[in-house]
């Protein structure tokens, strides 16, 4: 049973626009979120993290935006590049419970130029 | 460099001829963690080590083992593999996963054929 979704397996995107990824999860307990992006070939790399005492956490152009009643969090990259173009994946944990990290499937971004 | 070194980066094997895949981190992380990722599926935890001589089960740890025995070492071992144990395997560490700051860092990938 997937804890942590990616519904949308691809997202295309013009340079210079914005672009929202977007993480879907089950379990109440999650209390820390964490994105990861994946080039082809190479490990995921750590991106942004938020936890869950806050619901907007912001680096450079990735801001990641967290909201607990509905279970959902996002990833915005203003603006888009096209060395952006990878694989997000969203990841999650429970800082209080058990030591697992929770992935989701994915989403394929692809910054067109 | 820190770093996550993994090997080998690609192995083609038969069914039920025992290997391990090793995996070294030079950052002295306490927390080491080993993935599948599958089609769909996404990245799957199979076992994790919070330290050394302490490793507990994933997600996903049904056909694999693993030991710490070393800070820097955290081995995947299919006594006997099976075609659905064909995947990419990444292994991760983190300084600690006990503290917020606990990205994990991966190492580049196996990916793994089983025949």
């Known amino acids: 049973d997937q804890q942590v979704k990616q519904n949308s397996p691809s997202l295309s995107v013009q340079e210079g626009r914005i672009s929202i990824l977007n993480c879907d999860y089950t379990n109440s307990m999650f209390d820390y979120f964490l994105w990861y992006k994946k080039y082809p070939a190479e490990g995921p790399t750590f991106l942004i993290s938020i936890s869950s005492i806050k619901d907007k956490n912001e680096d450079g152009r990735f801001t990641v935006f967290l909201n607990k009643s509905a279970k959902h969090l996002s990833l915005h990259i203003v603006p888009s590049q096209p060395g952006d173009s990878a694989v997000y994946f969203c990841?999650?944990?429970?800082?209080?419970?058990?030591?697992?990290?929770?992935f989701g499937t994915g989403t394929r971004l692809t910054v067109i130029p | 460099e820190a770093q996550v070194t993994q090997n080998p980066r690609y192995l083609i094997t038969v069914t039920g001829k025992k290997l391990t895949v090793t995996c070294s981190q030079n950052m002295n992380h306490e927390y080491m963690s080993w993935y599948r990722q599958d089609p769909g599926l996404g990245l799957r935890q199979i076992y994790y080590s919070m330290n050394v001589e302490v490793t507990d089960k994933g997600d996903v740890p049904e056909g694999y083992k693993v030991s710490r025995k070393e800070k820097r070492n955290f081995p995947l071992i299919l006594e006997s593999p099976s075609p659905n144990q064909t995947s990419l395997y990444f292994c991760?560490?983190?300084?600690?996963?006990?503290?917020?700051?606990?990205?994990?860092?991966f190492g580049p990938g196996t990916r793994l054929t089983v025949l």
């Open positions: 990841a999650a944990r429970s800082l209080r419970g058990a030591n697992n990290l929770f």
């Open positions: 991760a560490s983190s300084l600690s996963l006990a503290s917020t700051y606990n990205e994990q860092f």
